[in-house]
């Protein structure tokens, strides 16, 4: 997703990793190494003429030249002088659509050493045959076949191409080298070939990852959850536009009602702030809004610029004054805000908007706080909102977009004015109040 959005081919809005990017997941039963699997590769090999004892190198997929077919036989004929037995197993058949060069194919089709089995549907026999599976592809979507092998307990070396590169836990489950080098690839592959330890381990591991991360059932359930969440924003929006549209009428007229009679208040904040801490007066930050659109804002200032000797700034309480406290508990740093309201980027009543930098880190799920406005109070601000973790937090946010109306706006806000005369900081925000979100 990250290289789509790079690439400028689509926003981040429009993209979706689905469990880890694998669109149906592996059946770890069919590709399972067992004791009768052991039996079924032993006969596979003979069945091929592979000599006891030889290694195979296996590659499983189309025979094309973005598949890196051309590195991968010059790689295996590199090795061939340190392991003459070697063996390379091609399963699937030459394409004409991106084809290798005639002459390459000829070579391997006349080489003793290379077997091409053309199309073949039972691919697991051979996958337990092999002793390592490489894939040194140019591009992929999300290949399949290095998680079939990892499930079948086979180390994968394959590439940093977009789509491969996630495919395996480098050193962990296989190993990566960068597209097209041919000298990096012959390496990886002699360094597995060399130690059965090492294949061992990374097999185990890899079938362990692959279960864990890939398993079928995990992927279906996922896509289920997103179709669910899907059918739910549809039938929101259907619903919801009328709401919507009240909820925007009333905000406004309640922000300036709210307005007209605070001005004195908010005019002597701005004295205040000016002779204790000077300019600016009023603090701008970049924060998320509704669908994750950036917008500016605005607080009074709170902080003054302090920093260490080495010019990084202060942590949040050494910097807070003591205007600032008492601006935050009485909850008049946040008056601003309703110039944010007025013009239709913030709510009176809402998930508070937060950093943009945490818009990575959000699950799916967390992500839907965007679905509405952002809030000046919210449904989480009224229920212990610095007494409970970011999860409990996000939580309350999206009950707040699943069951939101102006009666229940009027409650939040009725229950704000409570905290508020208890100082209870309902309106705090910031590093002093909340640790940084770090993600799930």
């Not at 091609?90 to 070579?107: A, I, K, Q, Y």
């Not at 205040?272 to 809004?289: E, N, T, Y």
């Amino acid at each position: 997703m990250a290289r789509v959005t790079e690439l400028g081919m689509a926003g981040s809005k429009q993209c979706l990793v689905v469990c880890n990017g694998s669109s149906n997941g592996v059946n770890i039963e069919r590709w399972r190494r067992t004791a009768k699997a052991d039996e079924t590769a032993q006969q596979t090999r003979e069945r091929l003429g592979i000599p006891p004892g030889a290694q195979l190198v296996g590659f499983v997929g189309r025979l094309t030249r973005d598949k890196g077919i051309a590195e991968l036989y010059e790689a295996f004929t590199n090795l061939r002088f340190s392991h003459p037995d070697l063996r390379l197993l091609l399963v699937g058949d030459f394409e004409e659509g991106d084809p290798v060069s005639p002459e390459l194919r000829t070579r391997m089709e006349c080489d003793a050493a290379v077997i091409c089995t053309g199309y073949v549907s039972n691919v697991e026999v051979f996958y337990w045959a092999m002793d390592i599976l490489a894939l040194p592809t140019y591009r992929e979507g999300f290949p399949g076949a290095p998680l079939e092998a990892q499930a079948a307990s086979i180390p994968v070396v394959t590439t940093d191409a977009t789509g491969a590169v996630d495919a395996v836990v480098d050193g962990v489950t296989g190993l990566r080298v960068h597209v097209g080098d041919v000298e990096a690839l012959t390496m990886a592959l002699d360094r597995l070939l060399g130690d059965s330890a090492l294949r061992a381990r990374m097999g185990q591991a890899g079938s362990s990852w692959v279960e864990k991360n890939f398993r079928s059932e995990i992927v279906w359930e996922n896509l289920l959850a997103d179709y669910r969440s899907l059918l739910r924003a549809r039938a929101r929006k259907g619903r919801s536009d009328l709401r919507r549209l009240l909820k925007s009428g009333f905000d406004r007229l309640a922000a300036g009602l709210i307005l007209i009679p605070s001005l004195p208040l908010l005019l002597a904040a701005a004295i205040a702030i000016r002779c204790s801490m000077g300019s600016p007066v009023v603090f701008r930050q970049k924060r998320l809004g509704f669908e994750g659109r950036p917008f500016q804002l605005l607080k009074f200032r709170t902080m003054i610029d302090k920093r260490d000797s080495q010019g990084a700034l202060l942590d949040d309480r050494d910097r807070l004054t003591s205007l600032g406290r008492l601006l935050r508990a009485l909850s008049v740093d946040e008056l601003p805000q309703l110039w944010n309201v007025l013009r239709g980027e913030m709510s009176l009543v809402g998930p508070r908007p937060l950093l943009p930098q945490y818009l990575d880190r959000y699950t799916c799920e967390q992500a839907r706080r965007h679905e509405v406005l952002p809030g000046m109070t919210g449904w989480a601000q009224v229920n212990g909102r610095n007494a409970i973790s970011w999860e409990g937090r996000f939580a309350f946010d999206i009950w707040y977009v699943d069951h939101w109306s102006i009666w229940l706006d009027l409650k939040i806000l009725w229950m704000t004015v409570a905290k508020v005369l208890h100082k209870e900081g309902i309106f705090q925000t910031g590093d002093a109040t909340m640790p940084e979100f770090q993600g799930k």
